[in-house]
């Protein structure tokens, strides 16, 4: 994943721009769950009104079983993410100094993380948000814990990097 600048120097940029897409995309599943509550009431309001129970059943399961989904891909999305930002890390020439640089300069985006973080827990707190505290939880505890994730996922990039001369030659 690169944005078109030196290989060097894409990585630092790379983690800014995975965290900012993980929050947009927190926020759009976050969406789509009110999305899919506004219409699925209405249509299993109707089906139980035709006493079509196989349908209300299907509909029923599908309802309840979304929030799992949108939790499971989200995640999913993360660890995506985060695998491919550790093979251009494998797959990057740079010098071992390169990785106490990137953990330098890593303090931006933990910083960046974290106001994303506790702006993603103020909005799950408030108003009509607060359901997906329940409905996706690991969602949730994830962006609540954004500053833990952020150090450990920084610590293996740098890690990878550093290591990967040490070791392999």
Known sequence: ??????????????????????????????????????????????????????????LAKSYYRSDELYDGMLIFFL????????????VLDAHPIF???????????????????????????EGAFTVLRTNMPLSYYIFSHWLVVGIVYIASVGGIIYAKNQYIG
Do not use: C, H
Not at 13 to 31: N, R, W
């Open 99 to 125: 990785s106490v640089i990137l953990l330098l300069l890593a303090g931006g985006v933990l910083f960046i993380g974290m106001l994303l973080g506790n702006t993603y827990e103020m909005i799950a707190e």
């Open 1 to 58: 994943m690169t944005l078109g600048f030196k290989k060097r120097s894409s990585i630092f940029l790379d983690m800014i721009v995975i965290v900012v897409i993980l929050f947009v995309v927190a926020i759009m599943f976050g969406a789509a769950y009110f999305i899919k509550t506004e219409t699925f009431i209405p249509i299993m309001e109707k089906f139980n009104e035709s006493d079509d129970n196989l349908s209300t059943q299907i």
């Open 79 to 90: 660890i995506g993410l985060f695998v491919v930002s550790w093979i251009s890390a494998f």
